[in-house]
Every structure is written in structure tokens, then in C-alpha cells.
């Protein structure tokens, strides 16, 4: 080998050599990129535990509550675990309705004429509707209230936004926990008679906070709207903005207790597949012919079925080189029940003890009483939200009438202490019903809130519950108490 060819030949070893290197370090930068691709897609299911920590590890980003929102969506529409823990707590805190009355005529007027206007019975003040309101805030955690208030008369109608609609709430920069402002973006969707088509369009507004006391009238630009939002949240810390969804915590292990049934079922089914075993003599030939006399002429493609299987109670008859004897699947280690640890954890996170989702067997008399108590407390603290919540929205209801020049309730606003503003009922000492005068002339601080009532056990009943709302000042005005009396007999 002359020294050219030598040299030629190191050069082209040296080269190959930097080749197979930089297709290794590719291969690498192809594998590493693969990983993060892989990353990014389970990245797209966690998309609120991303920003988790972006936003100070206090809250979700509305991208990823909307996620968490849609899931539970679903969950409830689908899966029969989810949709009996929520359907469960609906039924135990509104199952035979509220009842709303005030005592004083007056204030009774307005709040039935509240509760039976029909705008108002659809979002609000009927059961079927309360009833949607239970089951939105398990799912949801957030209801905003939007009240639309005639300025003459003072008459309110309520409604709701979706949630999803709701991208910030703007709270006091000194106080971030008084919220002022809620921005909506949302997609408006007209229908076009001419054409017959949908026309949209994406809009944005502000709505002050129903506590607000002096709005703004513009935001960059953009008029403020006029109705306002009273927001009911659950299931959140006092320094988070929205609440997450009740069943969060249970969705995913309801998931897995689906995906082992299906699982079960599968091996179950492979089970099924073979129900017979026949050994014959003869080889592959005495096998072939076994096949033939037990198979169906329809497996053969004839167009007539010849040699159908045998009816229920057949005697099988055969020489001594033929035996036929069931498939034993006697032993099988895998059973349903052991997917019970799986539902548990979906008792855990609904609060729902695990005899409701269909097994009796598990829950007796003394299981009952001492395991039911956590259930029945949390159902008597969703019944209590709730009579907070008409308690505020029918004192709001009452504070408007006073405020409109056309009202029916006479009053006065006045502040407090605080530079807050109040409503103060006027005087009815001239009142027909000589009951009605004398309790106008006691003495009642504004805003109080009184509640009595028993609540017997899951295995009895619920028992009347009577919650008192009075409004008053410290002159003698009217009282008026607004009673609201839920029976709940289930059993």
C-alpha cells in the first residue's frame, strides 16, 4: 500500500468515525426530544397543576379549572359512581323543598313577589331548579348570581353566568379578599332570521360586586354593567379567587375502579369463551372429525343450518376414546371484590358512605349510627350554606324595594360607623293585625340571622327546620322575619 493510499485511508477513517459520532449524538438529541414530546402531551392533561406553580401555589389558572370543570362534566353524565354521590347529597339537602314566607304582610308581598316570578322560578325559587343549583355547585364550586334590578319599582330578577364565562374576579388592592369587580368574556351568539344563521361575536364586560358601595361607571374605557354578581363558592381557601370542584379529588379514582371492572369483565369473558373440554383418540384425524360432527353448518357457509347445537338437558353420547367435561374455572384469583379498596377512595373524596352506591351488604344498624355521622353533618352544613344564601338573597330582594322610589316597603338608607350603607324599615305602628304592631315595636339589630331546628338521624328522617332572617334598626320599626322551612322526610 503506497503512503497516498495510507493517508487516504486515515482521512476517510477519521471521517467515518465523526460520522457515527454525530449519528449517535443525533440519535440522543432525537431520543431526548421524543421525551419532551412525550412531556408536553401528559403536560396537556395537567395543564392547571403547570400554572399551580406559577401563580404563587395557591390556585389553579382558569384554563386548568375549566379542564377540571369539563371533566367533571362528564363524570357526572357518565360515570354511575360520580353521578350517585352527587345525586345522593342533592336528594338529602333539597328532597321535599323549602318553603319561604315572611311574617310581617308587607315584607311577605315582596318576597313572594320574588319567588313566583317566572323568570325567577326557572333560575332559582322552584325545585327543580334549586335542585340544579346543588348539583352545579358540587360540580362547579362557583355559582355567580346576577341580579337585575328595576330602579322604579325595585322588583329583582336572578340569574346566572356559567362559570367558565367568569376569567377574573378584581378584588381591593388592599384588602385582595373583598372582591369589586368580575370580568365575562364570553362569545355572544345571535340568530339571524334573515339568513338563518348564527352570527358570533366575542364580547367582554365588567360586573361590580353586589357589596360594592360605589361602583365605577367605566373600566378602559368600557361602561360597567349595571346588574351586579353575588359569587357562591365552595370547596376553597380564603385566599383563592374560585372554588374546585367537589368531586375533583374522586374522579380519578372512579376511573380506575371503571377501568378494573372492565378489566374483570374481560378476564370474565375469556372465561366464557371455551365452556367445554373434549378429548378424543385418533389423533389429528379423530380431532378433525370431532370438529366436524360438533361444528355448526353455518361455520361452513352452507345457507341452511343442518346440525344445530343440542337443546338444554341433551344426553352426550360417545365411544370410550371420547370424553367431554366442563371447563373448571373454579380457583380464578380474580374477582370483583377486589376492587373494593378502589371505591372506598371514591367514598373518601365524595363523603358518601359506600353502602349507597348499591351494596347493602356492607352497612347495618350499628354501622349506621357511628359511620353515617361525617354524611349527615355534611349534609346539614350544605343545608345550612343554603339558607344563608336565599337569607342574603331575599334581604337584598327587601333592601331594594326600600331604595326604589316606587317600592312598596317604606324605609330610609342609612350608614354605619363604617361609612356603609343600610337599610332602615320605617315605623308600623298603625299595623291592622294588633300582633304584627307589637312586634314592630321590639327592639332588633340590623343583619341578624337566627336559626333553630333539629336533624335526626339518615336512618329517620329530616325534621322541620325553621330559619328566621330579621331585619331591624335601633328605632321601633317593622320586623320582618323571613321563615324558611325545609321538610325532608325521606324515609
Same mark, same amino acid.
Given at each position: 500500500m503506497s503512503i497516498f493510499q495510507e493517508a487516504a485511508k486515515r482521512i476517510l477513517s477519521d471521517d467515518l468515525t465523526k460520522m457515527q459520532e454525530s449519528i449517535g449524538q443525533r440519535d440522543e438529541s432525537l431520543e431526548f426530544l421524543q421525551e419532551r414530546l412525550a412531556e408536553l402531551e401528559l403536560a396537556l392533561e395537567d395543564t392547571g397543576w403547570m400554572r399551580l406553580s406559577a401563580e404563587g401555589d395557591r390556585e389553579f389558572s382558569r384554563e386548568g379549572l375549566r379542564k377540571i370543570n369539563q371533566i367533571s362534566r362528564l363524570y357526572w353524565l357518565k360515570n354511575p359512581l360520580i353521578k350517585r354521590a352527587v345525586l345522593t347529597q342533592t336528594q338529602y339537602? *333539597?328532597?321535599?323543598?323549602? +318553603? !319561604?314566607?315572611?311574617? %310581617?304582610?308587607?315584607? +311577605?308581598? @315582596?318576597?313572594?313577589?320574588?319567588l313566583d316570578d317566572h323568570k325567577n322560578r326557572a333560575e332559582l325559587t322552584e325545585h327543580q331548579s334549586r335542585m340544579i343549583k346543588e348539583t352545579e355547585l358540587q360540580l362547579f364550586a362557583n355559582i355567580f348570581f346576577v341580579f337585575f334590578v328595576n330602579r322604579s319599582t325595585g322588583r329583582v330578577r336572578i340569574r346566572t353566568i356559567p362559570m367558565d364565562e367568569i376569567t377574573d374576579v378584581i378584588t381591593d388592592p388592599d384588602d385582595a379578599k373583598t372582591p369589586l369587580y368580575y370580568r365575562r368574556d364570553w362569545t355572544e351568539r345571535k340568530f339571524d332570521t334573515s339568513t338563518g344563521q348564527y352570527v358570533t361575536r366575542p364580547r367582554t364586560a365588567f360586573y361590580p360586586d353586589w357589596k360594592h358601595p360605589q361602583p365605577d361607571k367605566y373600566i378602559a374605557g368600557q361602561k360597567v354593567e349595571e346588574a351586579v354578581i353575588y359569587h357562591v363558592a365552595v370547596n376553597k381557601l380564603s385566599d383563592m379567587k374560585f372554588g374546585v370542584s367537589e368531586i375533583y379529588a374522586a374522579c380519578d379514582w372512579a376511573r380506575a375502579y371503571k377501568e378494573f371492572l372492565e378489566n374483570w369483565a374481560t378476564i370474565v369473558k375469556a372465561y366464557s369463551r371455551f365452556a367445554w373440554q373434549l378429548v378424543t383418540k385418533g389423533g389429528k384425524k379423530g380431532v378433525a372429525s370431532a370438529k366436524e360432527k360438533l361444528q355448526s353448518t353455518f361455520g361452513t357457509g352452507t345457507g341452511a343450518e343442518t346440525n344445530p347445537p343440542p337443546i338444554s338437558a341433551s344426553t352426550f353420547i360417545g365411544t370410550d376414546g371420547a370424553k367431554l367435561e366442563p371447563i373448571k374455572t373454579q380457583g380464578a384469583t380474580t374477582k370483583a371484590e377486589d376492587g373494593r379498596r378502589l371505591l372506598l377512595m371514591v367514598s373518601a373524596a365524595t363523603g358518601i358512605y359506600e353502602h349507597y352506591f348499591g351494596d347493602p351488604s356492607t352497612g347495618n344498624l350499628a354501622t349506621a349510627k357511628s359511620m353515617e355521622r361525617p354524611m349527615e353533618l355534611m349534609f346539614r352544613d350544605r343545608q345550612q350554606l343554603w339558607s344563608s344564601i336565599l337569607c342574603e338573597i331575599l334581604q337584598f330582594v327587601i333592601e331594594q324595594s326600600v331604595r326604589a322610589p316606587r317600592g312598596k316597603l317604606p324605609g330610609q338608607i &342609612? /350608614?354605619?360607623?363604617? $361609612?356603609?350603607?343600610? @337599610? =332602615? &324599615?320605617?315605623?308600623?305602628? =298603625?299595623?291592622?293585625?294588633?300582633?304584627? /304592631?307589637?312586634?314592630?315595636? !321590639? %327592639? /332588633?339589630?340590623?343583619? +341578624?340571622?337566627? *336559626?333553630?331546628?333539629?336533624?335526626?338521624? &339518615?336512618? $329517620?328522617? *329530616?325534621?322541620?327546620?325553621?330559619?328566621?332572617?330579621?331585619? $331591624?334598626?335601633?328605632? %321601633? &320599626? !317593622?320586623?320582618?322575619? @323571613? %321563615?324558611?322551612?325545609?321538610? +325532608? /322526610?325521606?324515609?
Open positions: 339537602v *333539597f328532597g321535599q323543598g323549602v +318553603n !319561604i314566607e315572611a311574617e %310581617h304582610s308587607l315584607v +311577605n308581598e @315582596v318576597v313572594q313577589e320574588f &342609612l /350608614r354605619n360607623e363604617y $361609612g356603609e350603607e343600610y @337599610v =332602615e &324599615l320605617a315605623k308600623d305602628t =298603625e299595623n291592622e293585625d294588633p300582633e304584627l /304592631r307589637v312586634k314592630s315595636n !321590639i %327592639h /332588633r339589630q340590623a343583619g +341578624n340571622c337566627f *336559626f333553630t331546628g333539629s336533624f335526626h338521624s &339518615l336512618a $329517620g328522617c *329530616f325534621s322541620d327546620r325553621l330559619f328566621n332572617y330579621c331585619q $331591624g334598626s335601633k328605632e %321601633h &320599626l !317593622i320586623e320582618y322575619r @323571613v %321563615h324558611i322551612v325545609r321538610r +325532608n /322526610r325521606l324515609f
